[in-house]
């Protein structure tokens, strides 16, 4: 099993650009999440899913969307990039209630640069 | 107030030393609570649950004291493997989605 896998590694945008994060899991998890790391502020969360086709704002959506469309793959989109949206992405996927507890699996990150 | 605070360090200690990380949380009615690794560069890992009884893990010993709201980490004769940040994590509403909120991390170095 892979995990959690994030596509790309880095990425450099300009001002106004748009790009699209991938993110993939295989261990048939309900729930996705996207998170960022920026220094000294901890990971906050962007948006979630609890399940394909459903997704809410978490503490950080302004600037942007997500979708859930299959249940393997969630998606972040930057539609207009800001260099205040540089920063580390984190992808991570976790069991639904039923397990003994809900650890977070996270992918490898994303290292994102806007100019 | 931070929902989830912690000392940031960083904590310098030498190969074989003790060292104790804290972390308080504000909703007293927060359900579950975690320890996280995350190695430079990389993504953060369970380390270890807290209970409310305290639990141990080899030599990793977690502390749960609901009434003053606080967590602690407890790591015996350090090795340098153990360099990383520790991130106190906690689900602040029990829901059954995970919803997590991060401290924002202790950096411990073990040195020679």
């Known amino acids: 099993n892979a995990g959690v896998t994030q596509t790309p590694k880095f990425r450099v945008l300009k001002t106004g650009q748009s790009m699209t994060l991938l993110c993939a899991q295989d261990m048939n998890h309900e729930y996705m999440y996207w998170y960022r790391q920026d220094p000294g502020m901890g990971l906050r969360l962007i948006h979630y899913s609890v399940g394909e086709g459903t997704t809410a704002k978490g503490e950080v959506p302004d600037g942007y969307n997500v979708s859930r469309l299959k249940k393997q793959n969630f998606l972040l989109g930057l539609e207009s990039a800001a260099p205040s949206q540089t920063s580390v992405y984190f992808c991570?996927?976790?069991?639904?209630?039923?397990?003994?507890?809900?650890?977070?699996?996270f992918g490898p990150g994303t290292r994102l640069t806007v100019l | 107030r931070k929902e989830v605070e912690q000392d940031p360090g960083p904590f310098n200690v030498p190969e074989g030393a003790t060292v104790a990380f804290n972390c308080t949380y504000s909703?007293?009615?927060?359900?579950?609570f975690f320890w996280y690794r995350q190695d430079c560069r990389k993504e953060p890992k369970l380390l270890m649950s807290v209970y409310s009884s305290g639990n141990e893990d080899g030599r990793f010993t977690a502390q749960l004291n609901r009434a003053s709201q606080y967590i602690s980490l407890l790591i015996r004769d350090s090795k340098l493997s153990d360099s990383a940040t520790y991130l106190c994590v906690v689900n602040p509403s029990g829901t059954s989605y995970g919803k997590l909120t991060f401290g924002q991390g202790t950096i411990l170095t073990v040195h020679p």
């Open positions: 991570a996927s976790s069991t639904p209630v039923g397990s003994s507890y809900n650890e977070q699996f």
């Open positions: 909703n007293s009615a927060s359900q579950s």
